[in-house]
T-cell receptor, first 117, second 113 residues
Framework: GAVVSQHPSRVICKSGTSVKIECRSL??????MFWYRQFPKKSLMLMAT?????????EQGVEKDKFLINHASLTLSTLTVTSAHPEDSSFYIC?????????????FGPGTRLTVL | DQQVKQNSPSLSVQEGRISILNCDYT??????FLWYKKYPAEGPTFLIS?????DKNEDGRFTVFLNKSAKHLSLHIVPSQPGDSAVYFC????????????FGTGTRLKVLA
């Protein structure tokens, strides 16, 4: 149980285009999902917290107009990288939060490798 | 401001020996800590966690120790196996807060056969 999928796993796009990444919780409902970004050999940096039915909460320094997040249902959150540029190339990972007893655990997706040419 | 740090970027250990990965944090409000294993181009895989009310949690070959006064936690893997070779991240969270995870910088473990 507690499986999270991401689609696509890998995407290459031209500079200036927009790219949408989907994050799905396959066997549970997640009121909260998180989006992370990982640069090569670096830590996972939290970008935003996505809450179902409400606006996402962005971390300091993350442009909300650049990284559009939509959490339309309890099993799906999407991250759209708008007008992508080469510096947006990165590994994007989502997680979905599930309450287990008193604790809300995060379960991570397999990640999406974005390359902007 | 790196609130969670792993000061050793890499570690090599002989198969069968103990691997000790360390993690330090600065925010005394963190009350839940986790360790994740990650392979390149994959999402993190949960290993083990510990709440701040405990100082030790054990699960098979993995044991996490928490020293709150020192704001330090460590992951012990014994015996180490070649399949343990990966990047290990510690993460800290506020149990009753936003449930956000703050990840450390990672330690690359290499277990030599």
């Amino acid at each position: 149980g507690a499986v999270v999928s991401q689609h696509p796993s890998r995407v290459i796009c031209k500079s200036g285009t927009s790219v949408k990444i989907e994050c799905r919780s396959l066997d549970f409902q997640a009121t909260t999902m998180f989006w992370y970004r990982q640069f090569p050999k670096k830590s996972l940096m939290l970008m935003a917290t996505s809450n179902e039915g409400s606006k996402a909460t962005y971390e300091q320094g993350v442009e909300k107009d650049k990284f559009l997040i939509n959490h339309a249902s309890l099993t799906l959150s999407t991250l759209t990288v708008t007008s992508a540029h080469p510096e947006d190339s990165s590994f994007y990972i989502c997680s979905a939060s599930l309450r287990l007893g008193q604790i809300k655990e995060q379960f991570f997706g397999p990640g999406t490798r974005l390359t902007v040419l | 401001d790196q609130q969670v740090k792993q000061n050793s970027p890499s570690l090599s250990v002989q198969e069968g020996r103990i691997s000790i990965l360390n993690c330090d944090y600065t925010n005394s409000m963190f009350d839940y800590f986790l360790w994740y294993k990650k392979y390149p181009a994959e999402g993190p895989t949960f290993l083990i966690s510990i709440s701040s009310i405990k100082d030790k949690n054990e699960d098979g070959r993995f044991t996490v120790f928490l020293n709150k006064s020192a704001k330090h936690l460590s992951l012990h893997i014994v015996p180490s196996q070649p399949g343990d070779s990966a990047v290990y991240f510690c993460a800290a969270s506020l149990w009753r807060g936003t449930y956000k995870y703050i990840f450390g910088t990672g330690t690359r473990l290499k277990v030599l056969a």
